[in-house]
């Protein structure tokens, strides 16, 4: 059987460290996804020991909101997602942002 676990849909903002630099913080598994201004969606495993800060989806100032899928799909086709297509930056339909977004969550058993 695969070794694998379930994950949780998170957007984060970036942590600054003691030397000023700014990085993923630690409790994000595999981060970096769908910037949107100061804010990057990522996983973060379900059984994570670190602290985590509260998440809270009605305050856009929060340092971590968890998304489910459906929810994670709707933000990010509220906001938007940009694509490149043969040297063109455009925006992706609705569609297209529900295909990436939902294999994204897939390849990570985010439901």
């Known amino acids: 059987m695969e ?21 993923t913080p630690p409790f994000i598994s595999d981060g970096g996804y769908f910037e949107n201004g100061n804010k990057f969606i990522g996983a973060m495993d379900d059984t994570e020991k670190y602290y985590t800060p509260e998440t809270n ?23 938007g997602i940009k694509g490149t297509n043969e040297g063109m930056e455009s925006a992706l339909t609705s569609e297209e942002i529900a295909t990436l977004v939902g294999n994204w969550c897939d390849e990570r058993y985010i439901d």
Do not use: C, F
């Open 3 to 23: 070794d694998w676990h379930k994950m949780k849909a998170v957007e984060y903002k970036l942590h600054r460290t003691n030397e000023g630099a700014m990085i």
């Open 57 to 79: 989806k009605d305050n856009p100032n929060s340092d971590l909101v968890e998304y489910s899928k459906t929810e994670l799909i709707t933000h990010m086709q509220s906001v």
